[in-house]
């Protein structure tokens, strides 16, 4: 089974709004700080894909957009690019059989997968690494990043859903 010419465009389309997404994500002022957080946008960009795409196709762009977040953070690498492989993966599955796509169903999703990355990334780089004030940290940074990044799940879905009728791949 060959790729058609579409799917190649689809692809090569991904890989620009991955890099595109990236470059918007790390250019100093470019995103503004919500209450002292900026979203993570690669995290919902790799959603929409999963929403739209195989299982194999959305783990792709998950280690993707995981090693760019990874390598943004400047932790170790591999945090997200599991988080974000793991993610995918389940959510390309539910919606190839199970979920049926909507504005709903995706936020639900995204209101899901996105505040548990984000609070195991908390977890791991700032409660178990013992640092003080942790809490303060939650509230006053994770919290309006947690926001800030699921709100950005409407525009990613609509961007993808747009690519993909206009493919007539719906």
């Known amino acids: 089974m060959g790729l058609s010419k579409g799917r190649i465009l689809r692809y090569v389309l991904y890989g620009v709004e991955i890099l595109l997404t990236w470059i918007v ?9 919500v209450f002292g957080g900026k979203a993570v946008l690669l995290i919902p960009l790799a959603l929409s894909f999963a929403v739209f795409e195989k299982e194999i196709p959305a783990m792709v762009s998950a ?3 995981g ?23 389940a959510v390309s599955t ?18 899901i997968v996105i505040p548990v990355l984000l609070t195991m990334q908390f977890l791991f780089y700032y409660v178990f690494a013992g640092y003080a004030d942790s809490g303060y940290m939650f509230l006053k940074h ?8 699921f709100a950005m799940m409407p525009v990613y879905y609509s961007i993808n859903q747009t690519l993909l009728v206009r493919k007539g791949q719906r």
């Open 25 to 33: 994500q790390e250019t100093p002022y470019c995103l503004p700080e």
């Open 67 to 89: 090693l760019l977040t990874d390598c943004s953070y400047s932790g170790p690498i591999g945090f997200y690019v599991i988080g974000l492989v793991i993610a995918c993966f």
């Open 63 to 65: 280690v993707v957009c």
């Open 142 to 149: 994770y919290v309006s990043r947690i926001l800030y990044t």
């Open 94 to 111: 539910a919606y190839q059989g199970y979920i049926r796509r909507s504005m709903l169903t995706v936020m639900l999703m995204a209101g």
